[in-house]
């Protein structure tokens, strides 16, 4: 069965940078592409963007092309979403999600990042 | 941006029908698909691609679409099916081409 096991919480200063790492089992890696999803608290769900594990190609929303880098190690199955220049509004829960023409079938478990002086 | 409005809550009674919409300019052209989300877990895909359900997901969930709207029905409502719903879509013109709707959170009572 398709598993996606996310990397633990987080707490970061503003202006800090946080890697969140994402290991796919059960299915074949580089097939399809892992998305990051964010959720604010009390808020609803956002798409960061995507990396494909078979070229490293990378798609990034508007809002974080910049500040957002999203890469792969095939070797391992794992993905990863690395985001700077934090501030407060970038608390969040952190999901990585497996994506399937348009949507997103599995999920990771999330991971919380905490942006606090 | 593409927005999908969700009405912020729906109540029902154990057995009774939940039904969920979601409202989009055009969604008639889009493939809808619905999440269940429990508190502090990730969300669970229950319905794609308008009205299909993935491997294990009971037949109490059904999807469908009609005009501007898109509807989430779960029959027989049991306490465990008490969650937030929300459809999302791929709008290929957007900025943010994967959008979600707000969110309804579904009570049993």
């Known amino acids: 069965q398709v598993h996606l096991v996310q990397s633990g919480a987080e707490v970061k200063k503003p202006g800090a940078s946080v890697k969140v790492s994402c290991k796919a089992s059960?299915?074949?890696?580089?097939?399809?592409?892992i998305h990051w999803v964010r959720q604010a608290p009390g808020q609803g769900l956002e798409w960061m963007g995507w990396?494909?594990?078979?070229?490293?190609?990378?798609d990034y929303a508007q809002k974080f092309q910049g500040r957002v880098t999203m890469t792969r190690d095939t070797s391992i199955s794992t993905a990863y979403m690395d985001l700077g220049r934090l501030t407060s509004d970038d608390t969040a829960v952190y999901y990585c999600?497996?994506?399937?023409?348009?949507?997103?079938?599995?999920w990771g478990q999330g991971t919380r990042v905490t942006v606090s002086s | 941006s593409y927005v999908l409005t969700q009405p912020p809550s729906v109540s029902v009674a154990p057995g009774q029908t939940a039904r969920i919409t979601c409202r989009g300019s055009?969604?008639?052209?889009?493939?809808v698909h619905w999440y269940q989300q429990k508190p502090g877990q990730a969300p669970v895909l229950v319905v794609y691609?308008?009205?299909d359900r993935p491997s294990g997901i009971p037949e109490r969930f059904s999807g469908s679409k009609s005009g501007n709207t898109a509807t989430l029905a779960i029959s027989r409502v049991e306490v465990g099916d008490e969650a937030d719903y929300l459809c999302?879509?791929?709008?290929?013109?957007?900025?943010?081409?994967?959008?979600f709707g707000t969110g309804t959170k579904v009570t049993v009572l």
């Open positions: 999600a497996k994506g399937l023409t348009g949507m997103f079938d599995f």
């Open positions: 059960g299915y074949t890696f580089t097939g399809y592409f």
């Open positions: 990396v494909n594990p078979h070229t490293g190609g990378t």
């Open positions: 055009n969604i008639g052209t889009k493939s």
């Open positions: 691609d308008d009205g």
């Open positions: 999302q879509v791929w709008d290929s013109s957007s900025d943010h081409p994967y959008v």
